[in-house]
Each structure stands twice: as C-alpha cells, then as structure tokens.
C-alpha cells in the first residue's frame, strides 16, 4: 500500500515537471521570437528582391568640368517603390571614414531626389553624404522634442511628420489639419549650428525613413563652416538691397538666421497661390512669373468674340446673339439693298493700278472674280456648307448661352519677378478691403528663393522698411482686361501662322516616309488647344485633357490657344 502511494505521488511530481517544463520553453521561445522580430525591425529593408534583366546595367560617361568618366551601376539601387535602396542602407552603416569615394559620389547622385538636399551647394552635399546614416522608426514615434536640445539633423526619405507645440506630439494625431512635412523636407539644422533648445515637436504620422546627421560628425567633419560660407552669401545679398541698407549687421544676420535657400528648375511649381501662403520670397537668384487662373466664359468679351467665329457656322443672324450686327452683316444689308449684282473688286483694282503706278511699278496680273458672289476678301476660310444651325450641348452664363466646350480657362501671365525682388509683400500693408485676394501661381524660370516666414518678418522690420514697401505695392490687372489681352494674342498667333503658311514654300517631303512607332505618352499638344470648328462634330479626338483645381473654379478644361473659322488670309492681301 505504502509502494502504491510513493509511485502514485511520483507519477503526480512527473506530469508537474513536464507541465512546468513545457511551459518554461514556451516562455523562452516567445521572448526569443520577440527579440528576433525586434533585431530585425532595422533590417526590414533587405528584402528578397527579384534581379531585374537589364542590357546595359552599368552606363559611364565623360565629365568634361571633373576631367573623369563617372560609371553608375544601376543594379546597386534596385529597391521596393518609395524606400532607400538596400545598396545606400550599406554605404550609410559604414563610419565617415571608412567610405571611398564612390561610393560618397553614389550617394550624392541618389539623394539628388531630396529638395531640401539638392538645395545647399555641392561641397557641402558631398559632405553630407559622408556623415549621413540611415533611421526608419514607426507611427507615433517622437523625433523632436520641444525643450530639448538638438543633437541631430533629419533629411526625410520616406513618409510624413508633423510639428506640433506640446511635448509628446499627441495634438497632431487630433489635429484636422496639422503642419506636416513630407518626402524631401528637412528639421533640425539650426539646433546644431547654435546652442538653444528646439521651439517644437516632431512625430512621426506613419512608418518613416530618416537620414540622420548627428552633432559630432557635423563639426568633425567642417560642415559648420560650410553652412557659415551659405549663410555669409545670404546675408550679401540682404545688405545690396535697398530695402534693408539701414539695418546694422547684428539685425541683418538675424534676418539671415529665418530664411533657406531653395533651388527651382525652370517650369518648376513654385507656390500654388502666394496669396494665402504664410511665407514670403527673396528672389537671389534667376527669375519668376506670376499666373492667374481665370474663366474665360465669365467674361462678357469672350462671350462676344466666340459668337463672332462661330457665326460662320451656324450662319445665323448675330443679332440672336448680340445687339450690334457684325461688319460682314452690315456690308451684307447695304450691297442686297443698293447694288444687288454688282462687284466691288474691280474698284480697288483700278485704285492698286494708279497707285502702284506712281511708283515706277508694273502691274499685269489679273484677280479672278466671280460675278454674282461677294468679294473674295469677305470669303470664309473653311469651305462653303449648307446654313445649318449649331447643334452641341449649351450652359447658361451671367452673359448668356454658350457651348459648354467653350467654357474654358486658361493661365495668363501678369508679372515677372526678377532677381532682388519680392514675392507676397506686394499688399501687406493695405487694409484688408483693399487688398486683391485672387490666387495667383508662382512659376520658377530658374531661380533660387529665399523663403521666410510672414509672421517672423513682421516682427523684425521697421517703420522705415514699411514705408519703403508702401511704395513697392503692384497692381495686377483685371480679369477682363486680361481675357482681352489674351484673345488679342491668340487672334495674332493665328495671323501669323497662317500668313508663314502662305509665304513659306512647303517642304517637299520624301516619296516613302517610314513608319515609326509612335510613342505613348499622355501629352498631346492638340489637347491644350480649344478647336471651335469641331464644336458640332459627332466624333471628337481621343486625347487627355487638363482641368483647373476645383478649389478656386468649377471644372474647367485649361487651354493655350484657341482656333476658329475664319477669313482666307490670301484674299486679306493684295493678289
């Protein structure tokens, strides 16, 4: 009885061991896993990735301003969409020192993609692509903190921040609309470059992708004395201008210590409507244009003048349409009424003989007319068609109806800025009933801005500076005069082709054309061009179009030029 029990309670003792046995590796097994999926959270970036077949995967070329041939390798920045390719993850693990100098040559080529980058001169990208390293962290994570001391410098590569003022970056989880910097976007520059703590918060929105340069590498490198020999450039240009020549210097570097410079490329989207932007602009470099977007089928001139071509079509009475009848209406009524058969051409010949005559010129040739028809000056054109009315969709305006394809709009330059001047002071200092509130576009010609913020130049200047900007104020023009404006060059870009198209000679094309295939693309000139001819065709080219934003406008069809029916510019000119 005694053996029954001590082999029954070992038994017991057995499966308690096990049990507990079994739930001890368990228990190491997940902290295991857990560590593993930890460590590998940096290193989700080598991925399996399929090697792409390519012909020439590696390309040189000669640099005639280095006097050396530069050899790029595609296949070492093979990578997922949108994420550092795994070859510069491992050139940024190496220490400064330890990096050739391909491979800083490689990655300063690749970060070319970087706005905020690509801004700073070349030594100093050079530079930064020694010291760089490479930090992805995920939602939620607070990268800046207000109050802190800064110890690094961040360029974004992938994803989106935000700058908030509280301490742990909650607000802007709770923010409708936060502050956000994005892709190319840099933050933390001027917490190494002087001894005060950060004045914000920035936090990570999602899953983002970080090159990092932090305080010791900055000034072991000289990259301080680089960002010094930017900022002295910067403050030359303040002290040339006129608007600042009585500040001190003290004054002045602080003017210098708000703005960065920013590099745009010619046709490069500067600023979407500098109207409502919070910053202004220094242009020191290049120049700039500014656009307005405007409707064309708002304004009355239009409304007459597609009316006035499309006459020629529909070949209904003006008078439907407007109140006064057209110069061909006129000339019509007073030829039925008064010389129902007769033609004019032989009057203006005899008057071109006399003239041509009296100087010293011989005058032989002869103008063929036709005897019942009116005279070919008044000719159309396209060729003669059956009247017919115009049958397209219409739509109602403040000036009446119009075929909906002709409710167009277009983009109308109105200034130029050159270099030393202003963009988004222009009405600072007008009452806010005065000031002209229309978006207006900021197109860069190849320039280089230094942007500051509104509200920081506000508090820096003087009354001395604010009567000199009273005087700088710019008075754009109206929408309607430059509707007029722009049909007025439209009617001359149309003369004018069609008058080389008379006096040039075509040229004689070969007699077998080889047929090349054509490329695809999604740009068709012919889909910035408004063709009034085709207003009643069943059939309409297949092409894309482009619309205006619809924060401003209605959806609109954006155009550059407009054709119509017209008059044969041969009978326009003497024969």
């Not at 920081?456 to 007029?484: G, N």
């Not at 889909?527 to 065709?537: A, E, F, M, N, R």
Request: glycine content about 4%.
């Amino acid at each position: 009885m005694r053996r029954y029990r001590v082999s029954y309670s070992w038994q017991i003792l057995k499966k308690e061991l096990g049990l507990y046995r079994l739930t001890k590796d368990i228990i190491v097994m997940i902290r295991v896993c857990k560590m593993f999926r930890q460590g590998l959270g940096g290193f989700r970036e080598y991925q399996i990735i399929e090697t792409p077949h390519r012909k020439h995967p590696i390309f040189s070329f000669w640099d005639k301003r280095k006097q050396g041939r530069i050899t790029f390798d595609t296949m070492d920045f093979v990578a997922e969409e949108g994420h550092l390719p795994p070859r510069a993850i491992q050139i940024m693990q190496k220490l400064p020192s330890w990096r050739t100098e391909p491979e800083i040559q490689a990655l300063y080529n690749l970060l070319q993609v970087l706005n905020s980058y690509r801004n700073y001169s070349e030594p100093l990208q050079l530079l930064l692509a020694r010291v760089m390293r490479f930090e992805r962290f995920g939602r939620r994570r607070v990268m800046v903190k207000k109050g802190q001391r800064g110890n690094s410098f961040y360029f974004i590569y992938m994803g989106t921040v935000a700058v908030t003022e509280d301490e742990d970056g909650s607000s802007a989880f709770l923010d409708p609309h936060p502050t956000l910097l994005h892709k190319g976007d840099c933050f933390g520059e001027l917490g190494l470059m002087s001894p005060s703590v950060r004045r914000a918060t920035v936090v990570c929105m999602e899953e983002t992708e970080f090159l990092v340069v932090d305080r010791e590498d900055f000034f072991a490198n000289k990259l301080d004395q680089e960002f010094q020999k930017d900022a002295q450039h910067r403050f030359e240009f303040f002290r040339k201008m006129d608007l600042f020549e009585s500040w001190s210097d003290e004054k002045l570097w602080k003017l210098v210590t708000l703005g960065k410079v920013e590099k745009f490329s010619y046709g490069q989207l500067v600023l979407k409507d500098f109207i409502e932007s919070p910053s202004i602009m220094f242009v020191c470099k290049g120049s700039c244009e500014v656009l307005r977007l405007i409707d064309l089928g708002t304004s009355p001139f239009y409304y007459k003048w597609i009316w006035q071509h499309l006459e020629l079509i529909d070949d209904t009475s003006l008078k439907t349409h407007l109140n006064e009848p057209s110069p061909v209406e006129r000339f019509k009524e007073f030829q039925i009424k008064s010389y129902p058969v007769q033609d004019f051409s032989t009057l203006k010949l005899k008057h071109l003989q006399k003239a041509w005559e009296q100087q010293g010129s011989s005058f032989s040739r002869r103008i063929k007319t036709s005897g019942n028809t009116l005279p070919k000056t008044l000719g159309p054109k396209i060729k003669s068609r059956h009247p017919h009315s115009l049958e397209c969709p219409m739509i109602n305006t403040e000036n009446g109806e119009l075929p909906e394809e002709a409710a167009v709009g277009t983009y109308i330059k109105i200034h130029t800025v050159e270099e030393g001047e202003t963009v988004g002071l222009h009405q600072i200092l007008l009452p806010e009933n005065q000031r002209d509130m229309r978006p207006l576009v900021l197109v860069s010609l190849g320039a280089e801005v230094i942007r500051i913020r509104r509200e920081k130049f506000w508090e820096l200047i003087d009354s001395e500076v604010k009567e000199k900007l009273y005087r700088f104020q710019i008075k754009y023009p109206s929408d309607e005069d430059m509707c007029q404006k722009f049909l007025q060059e439209n009617s001359w870009n149309i003369f004018r082709k069609d008058l080389m198209r008379l006096l040039l000679k075509p040229r004689q094309r070969p007699s077998f054309i080889p047929i090349r295939p054509k490329k695809k693309g999604i740009y068709n000139p012919k889909s910035l061009v408004l063709d009034l001819c085709s207003l009643d065709k069943e059939t309409k080219p297949c092409y894309p179009i482009f619309m205006a934003p619809q924060k401003y406008l209605p959806p609109l069809r954006i155009v550059q030029a407009i054709t119509a029916p017209r008059y044969k510019i041969q009978e326009l000119l003497p024969q």
